[in-house]
């Protein structure tokens, strides 16, 4: 059963990135942007701890 799904996602997955690059439009490299790696992050992960880190204390 969870091989299944597991094909089904990825099948998705690659009907979805298909359709972009069928547009011309890369969404691969597109997160974090160029200007958040420039910046220092490395993973997308990171980016909103860097808004949590921003919220202040209350």
């Keep these: 059963m969870e091989l299944k799904i597991g094909r089904r ?5 690659e009907r979805f990135e298909k359709r972009f690059l069928d547009a011309k439009v890369d969404i691969r490299g597109t997160n974090p ?3 958040n790696i420039e910046g220092g992050l490395t993973t997308i992960e990171e980016k909103p701890l860097g808004a949590i ?6």
């Design 9 to 13: 996602i990825i099948e998705i997955t």
């Design 33 to 35: 942007g160029k200007g």
């Design 53 to 58: 880190s921003k919220g202040g204390t209350t």
